[in-house]
């Protein structure tokens, strides 16, 4: 099988045929030290296809304007092809195809010698132009005979390459090149403008197809469809999956298919992120503990008194579009209370926990569902025996060490204000006790 490739990039389409993509560019270098790229379009097909042609341009010319662009640019046409065993050598004919007459007329000929012969390999120089070739590959055995049944034959076409440019990056929700993920209505679809930009998909094998791909460190993204393309290849209309946009700073690079790219700039980047880069929320409610092991304060206190409450405080600086982390702090309050025919006991319980927070948007953001664990300090304060006679006995004040874990689901009623349900589970240890008590709890928050 025969290949021809651009030295830009290794390109093959094979239907009945195989295509190749020649490009040319010319590299000039300008004051300052700065290097531009500009495409040389091949000649037409009314230049090529007679080389006798009225403007009395004949082979001679044509190959010399070839060989001197790629002498200029340094861009070789690889041939390459599969080795026929141990032989002498290779004779390579290429035919292209008169458009006038639809005859093929020799073109390129070409003896391989022995490096050639052992890569299978060489380089076509004039480059071929753009139109319809046939090649010949012919095998001479080590006598120097041509084997014929060996010799084989395929068809080929060289078309034009260009070289995608983008001049801009924008996102019509905002008109500008930032795309923001706090707001609801992000539909992902992104605008570039630029030269040859083609269409991404692939409606016909023949037709010109831009390869586009928005990455960012190791993040690389294809879109998911084209929403609008003009006719004049100046701007296209890209839709990304929303769900795969995470925060960073984009770069698109747009390739033809004959690895020809559009250059790395700033004109070619795109930003994501959200508008608040972290989030402060301060919320406060009620909490009705639980004891659900060790019976050491439900022996002496009957039950938690219904004077409680909660307060947390988070701070959210780590937003992605896979969720949220940051860190938090909560404090809770509980009276405790019992009385007896002969006595009464009360004091107080404090809790307070530093927490590593997680928390994931659902529905467009108007849910949060968030998971919290951490460690912390649980205070009995003032446990006091009141007996008859206004005897009290010495109060009891204690700090243990304290692990929480639990969830919450925070509802928005606007972007502000929102209502919060969680439950909590605490483990204290104390050198008497070992205390597991749960937390419902309901408050109000508001997010800064």
């Known amino acids: 099988m025969v290949e021809i490739e651009n030295v830009m990039e290794n390109f093959m389409r094979s239907k009945k045929r195989k295509v190749f993509i ?4 010319f590299i000039f270098v300008f004051d300052g030290g700065n290097v531009f790229a500009e495409d040389v379009q091949l000649p037409n097909d009314s230049e090529t296809e007679n080389f006798d042609n009225t403007d009395g341009q004949t082979d001679s010319d044509t190959v010399n304007i070839q060989d001197e662009i790629s002498k200029a640019n340094k861009i070789k046409q690889p041939f390459t092809w599969t080795s026929a065993g141990d032989v002498l050598k290779y004779e390579i004919i290429i035919k292209k195809k008169d458009e006038a007459t639809g005859n093929y007329l020799p073109y390129f000929t070409h003896e391989t010698n022995d490096e050639e012969t052992e890569k299978c390999i060489i380089y076509i120089e004039p480059l071929l132009p753009v139109g319809d070739y046939i090649s010949e590959i012919r095998v001479y055995n ?3 005979m041509l084997e014929y049944d060996m010799t084989t034959y ?12 983008i001049k801009s990056l924008s996102y019509p929700l905002y008109m500008g090149s930032t795309m923001y993920l706090d707001d609801f209505d992000n539909n992902g679809i992104i605008e570039v403008t630029g030269q040859n930009l083609f269409l991404y998909e692939r409606v016909d094998e023949d037709d010109y197809h831009t390869d586009y791909t928005l990455s960012s460190g190791a993040r690389a993204l294809k879109p998911e469809k084209t929403i609008s393309h003009d006719d004049k290849n100046r701007k296209i209309e890209l839709q990304f999956d929303m769900k795969k946009l995470d925060v960073g700073v984009y770069t698109m690079l747009a390739q033809d298919d004959s690895g ?9 980047t795109f930003t994501v992120k959200f508008k608040k880069w972290m989030d402060l929320d301060v919320e406060a409610g009620y909490t009705f503990p639980i004891v659900i092991h060790d019976r050491t304060l439900p022996e002496y206190v009957t039950r938690l008194s219904p004077i409680s409450a909660q307060a947390r405080v988070s701070f959210l600086p780590f937003k992605h579009i896979w969720g949220y982390l940051g860190v938090g702090a909560r404090l809770s309050y509980s009276r405790m209370k019992k009385e007896e025919a002969q006595y009464t006991i009360d004091g107080n319980m404090f809790m307070s926990h530093l927490l590593f927070l997680y928390q994931m948007p659902l529905n467009k953001r108007r ?10 300090l649980t205070y009995f304060s003032d446990i006091k025996f009141h007996f008859p006679h206004n005897i009290v006995s010495a109060p009891l004040n204690t700090f243990d060490l304290s692990f929480l874990v639990g969830a919450s689901m925070q509802f928005y009623m606007n972007k502000r204000l929102y209502a919060e349900v969680s439950a909590d ?4 240890l104390n050198k008497d006790m070992v205390m597991g008590v749960v937390h419902p709890s309901v408050g109000i928050g508001w997010q800064f």
């Open 142 to 144: 080590v006598l120097g």
């Open 154 to 165: 395929d068809e080929f076409t060289v078309r034009q390459a260009y070289k995608p440019e």
């Open 260 to 268: 020809l790219h559009s250059d790395e700039n700033s004109s070619a």
């Open 367 to 376: 849910i949060m569902l968030e998971f919290h664990g951490g460690v912390g």
């Open 425 to 428: 589970y605490s483990l204290t």
């Open 22 to 25: 020649a490009a040319l560019f």
